[in-house]
């Protein structure tokens, strides 16, 4: 990719011209831009934080309750004009009869007092439920849904999201997240949908349709506009840190990174966030290539590009790529940006801009772009004529109906990694000793982006829920169940800051147990403060793990993690191993039913679960990865050896395939063909299974091809000795790959189906 500094700009694609013109507001868009100024113009492309029109800045607890400073809130928007507000204040989750108030005030001032009545557009970060809203509904976080394997729950999710944000007066969402989370070193990788990109494109195509309505209609006062991120290619740094700069080839870009978004811009999404990182040397918000003539060209997308947080400012404070703010800002907005988030120095965005186009440097058709862009999703949302949206409207907000539905998602998301000697399910009368950093703790079952960025104010919210130690309590009895820490979180400092809390105690406590409900993992981050230096479990959890293993107990380990971290360690000293991912509100009651077998584990790895820290792999990595021994002079091979492998997942049942049929041995071009197979339930309980389809290219010409990739999955219900068949459809698209001239292409030749244990090979040919 080039990285160009041009400062002319191309004209509307033909594609988004079309789309304006089958829009009926594109009369009245037209109109609004004729007659503003370009001051005014400017200002729409600017978006800020809650904190600068609050009182106090909303910087500390003494700035509480919130509220609005009717001069900042007048500068804003009379003066600057500035067309969108984000995030919350204090970093602190607000009722909806608060944040209706607050939004009320600043569409009040928006469109009442000024000279065109433009509606300002807020938008927050609501990833697994309505993050900054008090009472709201927390789902598992994304990792955890794709888990489920279960397009449904995830759409259901999105849909009730959609419904208690709007609920908040707020119409504008940042997600779902798309991104390819390939490297569990990121500190995000929870946060998506995990490393497969077929996974991500379907759930993703799952949630856009939830948060969006299925005919796209964001105007509904349930349905929120989406904002896809991060394009493009965020979470695959070299270091494994965020927002450090990764190398990545134009073909891994278009083969791995690229089919979700393209999905989610296909099904009508209305926004996307910029990856805040560094591609081949160029800053993501300064490339032309990515941002016009990749996203806004090539892929047809004719909604609002908006910056994450400060990347406009971070061109010049971060990447030097710019030598002040003012060429910062020349570099993004020609390059494509729309709308920047900006958070606090609105004025030095806005006085730049203003200046650039003055000199000639911006053109004003690219300011006229953007704003057409931002002007067309104001009326999609019907923010003209309904720029708020009353709590008293949704009284479905917090029901029980939408716990269930969280609850649902955490029951099909916990996956069951190992269970020696059916050690699970748990007996009611067995003696516990519960224990770990995890077993007590509403913060690490939800994550970060739960009622505050880090996720530190949960326990004030949450407290009402059930911690894993609160629901085995209420499932077997307080007098079953015996809880010391062993290993506690600092909470009042870093993610990985930890002590021992009782460990000597929690040693010899074991000793008068039956079994032990060991739960590790990590205490809650995202983004930067999230980075890591040792992929393995932290030092005294290891030692935790290692002195319980030694009094000889039957240990049921709990993993309750954002990424997976290695437990190489002691894993072998584990009779089960269950991964709860980050579960939310409901993973404590989930877990609870797992463990004693009211709910039979469903859940299968949407990433590959690594054994030590320099054996990182996906499932689809190069034959040269996974080598058999090369017998000769020099013998050696190459060891794929993870943990547990992609899409790995028990059962308190067992399932059986059989009857692999394909409906012919040979795919033409232009045709398709039908793959079916019996799953069986050969146990005694009803169980879920999820039937996932690989194919292998056999040969590749250009590019080495991937040992096997899935092409489609389905998840079923099946009772004890109950048998059913499912089919898949494929064509030979689905089985192109993007060649080293960045096309994709299916090239003839021998391919081979395997689901579960069935295989069978079929020839593509022209």
Not at 57 to 67: I, N
Not at 128 to 147: C, L, N, S, V
Not at 371 to 383: D, G, P, S, T
Not at 412 to 427: H, M
């Amino acid at each position: 990719m080039k990285f160009r500094r041009s400062l002319s700009l191309l004209l509307l694609s033909g594609c988004f011209s079309t789309a304006f013109a089958q829009s009926g507001n594109q009369a009245k868009i037209e109109s609004l831009i004729k007659k503003m100024s370009i001051e005014e113009k400017v200002g729409q492309m600017a978006q800020v934080t809650l904190d600068v029109i609050g009182k106090g800045k909303g910087r500390f607890e003494s700035d509480e309750p919130f509220s609005l400073d009717d001069a900042a809130l007048k500068k804003t928007l009379l003066q600057y004009h500035v067309g969108s507000v984000l995030n919350t204040s204090n970093n602190r989750a607000r009722t909806p009869q608060v944040w209706y108030g607050i939004i009320s005030k600043i569409q009040n001032v928006a469109m009442k007092q000024s000279k065109h009545g433009i509606p300002v557009i807020y938008g927050v970060d609501e990833m697994h439920g309505a993050t900054y809203t008090a009472g709201a509904t927390m789902f598992p976080q994304q990792i955890g849904q794709a888990a489920t394997f279960n397009r449904a729950l995830v759409k259901n999710g999105a849909s009730i999201t959609a419904y208690e944000t709007r609920a908040s007066s707020i119409p504008w969402n940042f997600a779902p997240l798309l991104d390819l989370g390939a490297d569990p070193r990121f500190p995000r990788q929870w946060e998506s949908f995990g490393e497969d990109p077929y996974v991500i494109s379907e759930l993703g195509l799952a949630a856009v349709k939830g948060y969006e309505g299925e005919d796209g209609r964001v105007a509904h006062p349930e349905k929120v506009a989406t904002s896809l991120k991060h394009f493009l290619g965020y979470q695959v740094p070299v270091s494994g840190k965020d927002r450090t700069p990764a190398y990545i080839s134009d073909q891994a870009l278009r083969e791995y990174h690229l089919p979700p978004f393209k999905a989610a811009i296909d099904a009508g999404a209305k926004t996307i966030m910029i990856n805040s990182g560094i591609i081949n040397g160029v800053p993501v918000h300064a490339n032309h290539h990515i941002l016009t003539e990749l996203l806004k060209e090539e892929l047809g997308f004719k909604g609002l590009v908006v910056t994450d947080w400060g990347d406009i400012e971070n061109l010049y404070k971060r990447d030097h790529i710019a030598k002040d703010d003012k060429e910062a800002i020349m570099l993004a907005i020609n390059a494509g940006i729309d709308m920047s988030m900006i958070a606090y120095n609105y004025e030095t965005f806005c006085d730049n801009l203003i200046a650039l186009v003055k000199e000639g440097k911006v053109k004003e058709s690219r300011i006229d772009d953007a704003v057409r862009r931002i002007l067309w999703v104001k009326y999609e949302l019907n923010l003209f004529d309904k720029p708020t949206t009353n709590p008293k409207d949704y009284p479905k907000f917090g029901s029980k109906a939408f716990e269930n539905a969280a609850y649902q998602t955490a029951a099909e998301s916990i996956t069951l990694l190992k269970n020696t000697d059916a050690a699970l399910p748990l007996s009611k009368s067995a003696k516990i000793l519960v224990t770990g950093p995890n077993a007590n703790s509403m913060r690490t079952l939800n994550g970060a982006w739960t009622y505050s960025w880090q996720g530190e104010k949960v326990e004030e919210f949450a407290g009402k829920y059930n911690t894993i130690l609160e629901a085995l309590q209420l499932k077997a009895g307080k007098d079953k169940v015996t809880y010391l820490p062993g290993v506690s979180y600092k909470m009042d400092g870093k993610y990985y800051e930890e002590y021992a809390d009782k460990l000597e105690e929690t040693i010899a406590a074991a000793q008068t147990a039956d079994v032990i409900v060991l739960c590790l993992g990590e205490n809650t981050y995202t983004e930067t403060p999230g980075n890591l230096n040792d992929l393995y479990l932290s030092d005294l959890q290891t030692e935790l793990a290692q002195r319980l293993a030694a009094t000889g107990k039957k240990i049921i380990l709990v993993l309750n993690e954002g990424r997976p971290r290695i437990i190489s360690k002691f894993e072998k000293k584990m009779s089960a191993v269950i991964q709860s991912y980050l579960p939310g509100n409901f993973g404590g009651d989930a877990l609870a039913d797992v463990l004693y077998g009211d709910v039979n584990p469903s859940g299968k790895l949407p990433y590959t679960y690594p054994q030590f820290p320099n054996a990182l792999f996906t499932y689809y990595h190069k034959p040269s990865e996974s080598r058999e021994t090369t017998e000769g002079v020099y013998n050696y091979d190459a060891d794929y050896n993870p943990q547990y492998v992609f899409g790995h997942g028990l059962s308190y049942t067992s399932f059986k395939y059989d009857q692999l049929k394909l409906s012919s041995n040979t795919l033409k071009a232009g045709e398709s063909m039908t793959i079916s197979v019996n799953i069986s339930n050969t146990g005694k309980v009803t169980g879920k299974e999820t039937v996932l389809l690989f194919t292998s290219d056999l040969v590749a010409s250009m590019i080495s091809p991937d040992i096997k990739r899935l092409r489609g999955f389905d998840k079923l219900e099946l009772k004890a000795g109950e048998t059913k068949t499912v089919t898949f459809r494929i064509s030979p698209q689905d089985l192109a790959f993007v060649g080293t001239d960045n096309k994709k292409v299916t090239e003839p030749g021998e391919f081979t189906v395997q689901i579960g244990d069935q295989k069978a090979n079929f020839n593509y040919s022209l």
